[in-house]
Every structure is written in C-alpha cells, then in structure tokens.
C-alpha cells in the first residue's frame, strides 16, 4: 500500500516521514495509566489517539508491537521524589491489598477501554513484575557513573550526565532555567542538585510496597520502569514512544537521560504525545469540580451532563480534533458530535441499500487517496471525518434519487466508510460486536415495519400505513418516500 505517513517528532518539533526501523515492524511503547482511581476523558484521549495510530499502522502493513504499561508502583503524589505513593494511599485509605487497588482500577480501566472500542495493546506490562530489570537498569547507569547512592535510595545526576548530553532537549528547557526554578536543598537532603531525581527509593516503615535490593529495601522510581520496559520488549532502539502532553517534563525527560546514560545512546526514534482536555475552558481536576470519569459519562450521572453519552460519541468527539491541538469539552459540543455522528450512521446505512446505475451522472472525487493523504499528514483525523462528510453528500443525493451511481462508484464509497469510519476511526456502528449487534437488530425492526407499511399501502390499508408513520415519528423517525423506496432516520 503506497503510504508516506509523517509524524509530528517533539524531540525536532519537525514533521518527519515516518521510517521504521526494522523494516516491517513497528515497535511502539505508550505510558499507561497509573492504575488507583477511575478512567476520564485524559485517560480516553491518550488511548484513543494511540489506538488509531495502531490501527492505521497495522492498516498500512506493518507488524507492530504495541506495549502500553502499567504504572502500580513508585508514582508519587505530587511527583516529588518526598510524596506517598499514589496506589499505597489509595490501599491504606480503603484498608486494602494495593494490588487489590491496582487489580480493582485495572478492570474498571479494561471495561472502558472495551467500550471505546480501544484495541488491545500487545504486551500490557507491570511495572512491579519488572523489580529485577529495574534494579539491572539502575546497575547500568551507576557503572556510566550518572547516578549516585545516598542513604540507601538512588538518585539520577543531572547535573553531571548535563556535562555530557543536553538534559532538557524533549521539552526544550535548560538547566540554568530548571536550577533557578527550583527550591534550594536544605542541607539535610539525599539529593545533590534538586534536579536529581529518584531511581531507587528506600522504603520507609510504613511503606508496604517494598523489595530488596542492592541498596537496601525499597522501590523503583516512577521514570524508570519505562526505559526498562521499552527495551525489555522493543529493545535498545525503537520506533514510537508515546503519552499525554503532560508526560513530556519531567517523565519522558528522564526517560531520555536513563537510557542514554544506560545505554549509552537515545531509545526512542519519535515522540508522539497527545494535546490536554479542558472542560468549559477551565484544566480539568477534582479540585475545580468538573471531573467526569468515563463511567459517569456513559451513566450519564454528573452535574454536567444532561444524560448518558455513548462511548462511540466520546470516541468521534475526541477524534474530530486534531491530537496535537487542546480540546475543550462542553456538553453542547458533545451534543454537537453526536448528531453528527449519527448523520454518518445514516449515510453508512443508507449506502448499503443504494441501487446501482449503470454509469453515474456526476463524477465522484478520489476520497480514498485524500483521506489517505490526511492520515499521512500527521494522522489528521478531523480532515478525513470532513472528507466523509463530502462523500455523504453525495451519497445523500444519490439515495434520494437525484443523482444516480454506478457499481464501481458504490463499491469505493463502502470501501471508504469500512476502512476509515469503521476501521481507522474505529467507530463500532453497524458491526460484529455487541453494540453493533443491537443496532442491526434495532435497524431489522424499523425495516421491518417499513415493510408492513409498504404492504398495507399496496392494499390501501391506510389506517394502518399511517400509525406505523405517526408512531414513528411520535418516537423521533423522519421517514420520507423517495423514488428508491421508502428512507427512514432518527431526527
Ligand atoms: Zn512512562
């Protein structure tokens, strides 16, 4: 398949075409979530994202093996290395087991996901089943002489691996700027620049989430299980790393600095990273009271929301933006995704029922080659959901009998609504799956009734003929007789 994707790289803030580096096959590591409370609207728009870049690689022929971890140890409140670790407190507010938190979350997280239709990434991978490759890692960046030892906890040298290699070139900050950021140690602290950063904590007593290690017990630093698991399973250079924009500094910074320290050499060829939610303008968080986990969008149970939002709604609301550019979440933009939506629900369905001609009276543009041609463009979603938008109109007019389509033309419009609004977008209408199953039947019964209408037509039995009409549009339906038949949709 002729194909020339280019893919926004943070570390060049250019655009580059995208070449693997086995030829072939894609490796491509995305930062997971930190598993101790519910999934929102951030979590779906990292997963989202990702998963159409999956999908859109594996479309063009590549084999990709896509690694999305899980963080259940060592990301911090308030990502210094001096807070609680987020899943303990979680474990010692609810008295449980803290993999009873994460294995809780995890589910919860699996369940919204399916719904999304996000795709299965290929190796989920534990950050706590990863202790000994950590530990490995940290060995490696202590002998380059980038780390150092303090009080049974292991800290990462930024100053010293600055001398080398330029700490700060993925979010373009500079160390002199970062030092004059930052408060100043008091003496009493491990570290010896408050830039270090922490690859092995020691544990302290209360601490239950604890291992041994050469330096004593404890636990592994947020940033490092990344770099250990990226090369655990993709190896010491790969194609694609992944995440939300608020990854970038200081998560992926680090990530950068372990692995050229361990390795000697960067691991990651591009850098992809996925814009911020806002909601009504404002960041979003529990602290400002628009926090809306995806559970309550598909309950429908939250202030904010007027009622339940299908999950295939948030998927082709967060997909009509571009993933580099910020969305603001509204509910009436939300509204505004759904009927929009549905308007191509219709004209998909409405494009299995058109009726051949044997040429077409107007001449039908190549949308397949411009919605590839958005899709290499640093996977520009919205401009292929405006090119189905274009195809719609046509197809619109030819199902209502004022122009006329030839099998071929047919076939390539079905083909375009198959690959991009069903496989690339990843909208689950009118498939295999569960929700797709309701709709074929919920679709089987209208049809049906427009047959019993046809039949009581064609025996005058207007009594009948015209309930099945009222009731119908009682219930929401716009059903119009065109030249083809009868047409029917949802206001
Ligand atoms: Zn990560």
């Not at 938190?101 to 919860?108: A, E, I, K, S």
């Not at 030092?179 to 922490?198: C, M, N, V, W, Y």
């Not at 411009?370 to 719609?392: C, G, H, Q, R, W």
């Not at 059903?479 to 083809?484: M, Q």
């Amino acid at each position: 398949m002729a194909s020339n994707l280019s893919l926004y790289n943070s570390l060049s803030r250019i655009k580059q075409p995208f070449e693997p580096i086995h030829e072939g096959h894609v490796g491509m590591y995305v930062c997971g979530p930190t598993v101790y409370g519910d999934a929102h609207l951030g979590h779906a728009r990292a997963a989202i994202t990702f998963d159409t870049l999956f999908r859109y690689l594996t479309h063009l022929g590549y084999k990709v093996r896509y690694v999305r971890n899980i963080t259940d140890v060592g990301h911090l409140e308030h990502d210094s290395d001096d807070g609680e670790d987020k899943i303990q407190k979680k474990a010692r507010l609810e008295q449980l087991e803290p993999m009873e938190v994460v294995q809780f979350y995890l589910n919860r997280y699996h369940d919204d996901m399916k719904r999304l239709n996000v795709l299965p990434p290929s190796i989920e991978p534990h950050a706590s089943g990863h202790i000994i490759e950590q530990i490995e890692y940290i060995k490696k960046i202590l002998e380059a002489g980038y780390a150092y030892e303090s009080n049974g906890s292991v800290y990462f040298d930024v100053p010293k691996y600055n001398q080398d290699h330029p700490y700060g070139k993925l979010s373009g900050r500079n160390i002199d700027d970062m030092i004059s950021a930052t408060r100043e140690l008091d003496g009493q602290d491990e570290k010896h620049s408050p830039l270090d950063f922490a690859l092995w904590k020691k544990a302290s007593p209360e601490h239950i989430m604890h291992w041994p290690s050469p330096w004593g017990e404890g636990f592994p630093g947020w940033h490092l299980e990344c770099s250990t698991m990226g090369e655990k399973y993709l190896g010491e250079t790969f194609d694609i790393h992944g995440g939300g924009l608020d990854l970038l500094f200081p998560h992926h910074e680090c990530e950068i600095a372990q692995s050229v320290a361990a390795q000697g050499h960067d691991a990651v060829k591009y850098w992809v990273h996925n814009n911020m939610i806002t909601i009504d303008g404002k960041k979003m968080g529990k602290s400002y009271n628009n926090f809306i986990t995806l559970e309550q969008f598909f309950s429908g149970d939250h202030p904010l929301l007027e009622g339940p939002v299908s999950p295939m709604v948030i998927r082709f609301f967060i997909l009509q933006a571009h993933y580099r550019g910020l969305l603001d979440f509204s509910y009436p933009a939300l509204m505004a995704s759904e009927k929009a939506l549905q308007k191509l629900t219709d004209t998909y369905r409405r494009l299995g029922s058109l009726l051949p001609a044997e040429k077409s009276t107007i001449e039908v543009p190549d949308f397949m080659s411009l919605a590839y041609e958005a899709m290499d463009d640093d996977m520009n979603t919205p401009k292929v959901i405006s090119i189905l938008f274009d195809a719609s109109k046509i197809i619109n007019s030819a199902s209502a009998g004022e122009v006329k389509l030839s099998k071929n033309d047919i076939t390539k419009l079905r083909n375009l609504f198959d690959i991009f609004l069903i496989n690339l977008l990843g909208m689950n209408i009118g498939s295999e799956s569960e929700g797709g199953n309701a709709t074929k039947a919920y679709e089987g019964a209208v049809d049906l009734l427009m047959e019993i209408r046809k039949n009581a037509k064609a025996q005058k039995d207007w009594t009948t003929s015209d309930l099945i009409r009222d009731r119908l549009s009682n219930l929401g339906f716009d059903i119009k007789d065109t030249k083809n038949g009868v047409e029917w949709s949802v206001k």
